[in-house]
């Protein structure tokens, strides 16, 4: 299966292509200077030598992590069924920074940290092993003092910009390589519309009051 990863939760953006093989074609950029993601796309589809017809799924990093970032990847994926009926999967951009730790050789407790801004973080832990890594638990959002506490007694902390706030941290990102690799193992596809940003906080709107009427 040809798949295209989408990974934009983070300052870091990365596409990635992969084939059933486990051949890699990504791409990275940071900050400012990135490009559009369909430039980005394209690059990738490039170097792997595939044309957009042959993309047979679509995986997206669901977050948590920048909501306008992870919403364009997501708006893209939905296009993309809609005019070529491809297979979707969203994936959370936690497990795939604890992926990419047991890539990295990383061994033992750790805890994703991302920020929720307001003060507060997502931390998710897993057990991460040579062979694999497991949730020990699940994602939630704490309080800097947290934070600090886990940075005290020992445990690995792992995230994208983990060391604004914990020197000790080690930085590890969501790739779109390490999310296509999960995928190839997953089968629970879904409809575009039932792709949603990981936001743990309860979303709250106020209703604007009707438009006065001047005589």
Request: glycine fraction near 8%.
């Amino acid at each position: 299966m040809k798949i295209l990863a989408l990974e934009f939760s983070s300052s870091q953006r990365s596409v990635a292509v992969l084939d059933s093989t486990g051949r890699v074609s990504e791409i990275i950029e940071t900050g400012a200077g990135a490009s559009a993601p369909l430039a980005m796309i394209e690059e990738a589809l490039r170097q792997a030598t595939l044309e957009r017809e042959q993309i047979e799924c679509l995986v997206v990093g669901l977050g948590p992590g920048s909501y306008t970032g992870i919403r364009s990847a997501i708006a893209l994926a939905q296009g993309w069924q809609l005019a070529r009926g491809v297979k979707l999967l969203g994936i959370s951009s936690a497990e795939c920074v604890a992926a990419q730790a047991q890539a990295d050789r990383v061994t033992g407790r750790v805890s994703v940290i991302i920020d929720a801004q307001r003060e507060e973080f997502y931390l998710a832990s897993y057990e991460v092993a040579q062979n694999g890594y497991r949730e020990v638990e699940p994602l939630r959002i704490v309080t800097r003092e947290e934070l600090q506490r886990r940075a005290e007694d020992g445990t690995i902390l792992i995230g994208p910009e983990v060391t604004r706030w914990v020197a000790s941290g080690k930085i590890t990102f969501p790739r779109a390589a390490t999310l296509g690799k999960l995928a190839l193992d997953r089968a629970d596809f879904v409809a575009g519309e039932k792709l949603e940003p990981i936001y743990l906080r309860e979303t709250k709107f106020v209703k604007a009051p009707p438009p006065r009427i001047i005589s």
